[in-house]
């Protein structure tokens, strides 16, 4: 297993959850990372992204300033730390390694693919 995704649950709204995507040794080390989500009956989209070293990190529109990306490269660990969050949320998500060390947004950037940890927000 190359990415492997946990820390998905269910959570009331305005509740908060951390995930996690541990990665296989160093193998992507040098990557940028993401997090995408995909609800059912939508497509896939982009929730964040963080470059190689973690300097530079973009978000979508709909989670900034509630969600927040973070990597310890030491660990081999990417987070994604999500606040308030709200029924709209509710999807699986999904880890990514993209092509390249810097921040990508689209998904034909991402090489590498978690198997997804499905986060639930009830009203």
């Known amino acids: 297993v190359q990415l492997q995704a946990s820390g998905g649950g269910l959570v009331q709204a305005g509740g908060s959850l951390r995930l996690s995507c541990g990665t296989s040794?160093?193998?992507?080390?040098?990557?940028?990372m993401g997090w995408f989500r995909q609800a059912p009956g939508k497509e896939r989209e982009f929730v964040a992204g963080?470059?190689?070293?973690?300097?530079?990190?973009g978000y979508a529109d709909s989670v900034k300033g509630r969600f927040t990306i973070s990597r310890d490269n030491a660990k081999n660990t990417v987070y994604l730390q999500m606040n308030s969050l709200q029924p709209e949320d509710t999807a699986k998500y999904y880890c990514?390694?993209?092509?390249?060390?810097?921040?990508?947004?689209?998904?034909?950037?991402?090489?590498?693919w978690g198997k997804g940890t499905q986060v639930t927000v009830s009203s």
């Open positions: 990514a390694a993209a092509r390249g060390s810097l921040v990508r947004t689209t998904t034909p950037d991402y090489t590498h």
């Open positions: 040794g160093r193998m992507f080390i040098n990557n940028a």
């Open positions: 963080i470059s190689w070293s973690g300097s530079s990190k």
